[in-house]
């Protein structure tokens, strides 16, 4: 697999990673086979995968811990592992909420490290932006984090430019997640030219639109009754999405390929910069998304998918906590 540097001074990885969070959290068949989603990781790791994303909110907590058992006995400075925090309230019981606060980050990054089994985390990003800690407070206790080595490298998730300015004017901001894909095209624009003027890295999460560009999903029987994307509603509006999923088929038709393979593709051709990190628990699946990195788009096929029709439904019922 062909990899990137992660910012500008940020990791080296592979460009195509893996999100582990339908591991243990929000799908269906989430924790049901804790064995096959530690294959599917082995798996990886063996196909060049070197970036594994993770969070404590992912559970909570058991997604770190199945992340843990399944590299026992690997090379530590053989992955890069990011996780996340900020969703939950370390100093309220473990209480849900928005938290940015320096002592909030500390109890975070303890709880993190003991579960990872790790010394150091490679890249800790900020969940979601709390509005009740200006991002240079929450900026300066991850910079006071990786003086102390505790961390590598710091990140930030669905942040709005201005507030990526605010904490990379604290300490350089090595990347930023946000949800990107064929059905999500939010970055385009600001977003992506305020890390690109700052040199951070972009990394897509939901790059297969939460599974629905692989046209494997066509009808909300085929998820589980706690299945987040049941509620979710671009899957609300199943059937008048569908049309973009036809659309994407049909370039993956003339290239002998699968869907999910070409939003991929059309992911990566879109900067240097930016390094998906799909989502699966099945090995099959994982070897699908590991060889989009060799799929190769035309001129033709980039302007029929850049000409994707939009989506119908927001990215999430509530879009407060994004974008700020």
Do not use: C
């Not at 001074?9 to 068949?29: H, K, Q, V």
């Not at 990786?146 to 590598?152: A, C, L, N, W």
């Not at 949800?179 to 003027?197: H, I, K, M, N, V």
């Not at 990566?268 to 799929?295: C, F, H, M, S, W």
């Amino acid at each position: 697999m062909k990899t990137i540097t992660l910012g500008t001074n940020g990791p080296t990885i592979g460009r195509i990673g893996l999100g582990l969070m339908g591991m243990s959290a929000f799908y269906s068949g989430a924790n049901e086979n804790d064995a096959a989603s530690i294959a599917t990781i082995h798996r990886a790791l063996d196909l060049g995968v070197t970036f594994l994303d993770t969070a404590e909110i992912y559970g909570p907590y058991l997604n770190e811990e199945l992340l843990a058992r399944a590299l026992v006995g690997r090379d530590r400075d053989s992955v890069v592992i990011a996780t996340k925090f900020g969703t939950i309230r370390h100093s309220s019981d473990g209480a849900g909420g928005l938290d940015g606060s320096p002592a909030n980050v500390r109890l975070s990054v303890e709880g993190s490290l003991k579960r990872l089994g790790t010394d150091h985390i490679d890249l800790y990003y900020q969940h979601r932006m709390d509005p009740s800690t200006p991002v240079e407070e929450t900026a300066g206790a991850l910079a006071e984090l990786i003086e102390e080595g505790k961390i590598r490298w710091y990140g930030l998730s669905e942040a709005a430019p201005e507030t990526i300015r605010r904490a990379h004017a604290v300490h350089p901001v090595t990347a930023l997640q946000t949800e990107y894909s064929l059905w999500s095209r939010d970055p385009e624009g600001a977003l992506l030219a305020t890390t690109r003027e700052l040199g951070i890295g972009f990394v897509p999460y939901s790059p297969l639109g939460r599974g629905f560009l692989t046209g494997e999903i066509r009808s909300l029987d085929q998820l589980e009754e706690g299945d987040f994307r049941r509620n979710n509603p671009r899957f609300e509006n199943l059937a008048a999405n569908i049309r973009i999923v036809e659309q994407v088929d049909a370039v993956a038709r003339d290239l002998g390929v699968k869907p999910g393979q070409v939003a991929l593709a059309w992911l990566l051709a879109q900067g240097d910069d930016i390094a998906p990190i799909p989502g699966t628990k099945r090995i099959a699946y994982l070897e699908e998304n590991v060889a989009a990195d060799a799929v190769e788009l035309s001129a033709e096929h980039l302007a029929a998918l850049d000409a994707v029709d939009a989506p119908q439904g927001d990215r999430y019922a509530d879009m407060s906590a994004v974008n700020r």
